[in-house]
């Protein structure tokens, strides 16, 4: 293993992990939030409707400048621990319930389009808080190009989840998502190209028999076409269902190239 996808606290405590991390010659691909204020409203946990659809504040009232405060303190520390990350992911999973509260629980159980966005209640109010999700964006690559060890360690969008245009959801709940290329390109007709060197997708392979018959086999099967290059997606082949794990893929399209004009590669990390 020489890479792990993790977040780490904004103390002493963080900083030692990553130092270990870094002893045992593995860098961290960095999760981090944004930061809220005080009084931000909460949508509250319900473990006995939503199990899985985790409590917080909406996105809409993330704060940009408290943020940038919070991602200086941490690249500072990073800084004078001598730790050079593998990457920098700004949340996760944005464009559904579980982990975007700006969806209101319980909702109608679908999957929000890119027009939904512009029109539907619902839609205008998730659109609010990705607009909010530039902004917090624009604080860290601020940060970011200013730090010292990290100032050209990928910039990597949220991991979305792979819902489907017109698809429906994998279960009966009531939980909304926002389509992948509905995000996708709401986020980049929003300035999010300016921002980031990759965008993150989540998805789960379906077949461990790595070579192009499977990656013919898997492309139809998902929405990811218009944001994977093939040499990702043969990563995606090669990786046994026995794993139970979920890649995260940074891309830009076909054929994807990150900073210095150079081919960045997938960041692939088994979460158990």
């Given amino acids: 293993m020489h890479v792990i996808r993790c977040g780490i606290s904004n103390d002493e405590k963080g900083i030692d992990y990553a130092k270990r991390a870094k002893a045992k010659g593995i860098r961290i691909l960095l999760g981090v939030g944004a930061e809220y204020s005080p009084n931000a409203p909460t949508r ?28 200086q303190k941490l690249f500072d520390a990073l800084d004078a621990s001598g730790i050079v990350l593998a990457g920098i992911e700004l949340g996760n999973e944005i464009n559904w319930a579980a982990f975007n509260p700006e969806f209101p629980l319980p909702r109608e159980g679908k999957i929000l389009s890119l027009t939904d966005l512009s029109h539907d209640p619902e839609g205008k109010q998730i659109a609010k808080g990705l607009l909010q999700y530039v902004k917090v964006m624009t604080a860290l690559k ?23 245009d017109g698809g429906k959801l994998y279960n009966n709940k009531r939980e909304d998502m926002v ?91 088994a979460e158990n």
């Fill in 44 to 71: 509250p946990y319900q473990p006995d409707k939503f199990p899985a659809m985790w409590s917080g504040h909406p996105l809409s009232y993330a704060d940009p400048e408290l943020s940038k405060v919070f991602y």
């Fill in 142 to 164: 601020e940060v970011r190009d200013h730090s010292q060890l990290n100032r050209n360690t990928p910039l990597i969008s949220a991991g979305m989840a792979t819902a489907p």
């Fill in 179 to 269: 389509s992948l290329s509905a995000t996708m390109t709401f986020l980049r007709a929003n300035g999010l190209d300016a921002l980031v060197d990759g965008y993150g997708i989540h998805t789960y392979p379906s077949s461990d028999h790595p070579g192009d018959p499977v990656v013919a086999a898997i492309l139809p099967r998902t929405p990811l076409v218009r944001y994977l290059c093939r040499r990702c997606v043969r990563i995606l082949a090669r990786l046994p269902r026995s794993i139970g794990c979920r890649p995260s893929l940074i891309s830009r399209g076909t054929p994807i190239r990150g900073r210095n004009n150079q081919m960045p590669t997938a960041s692939i990390v």
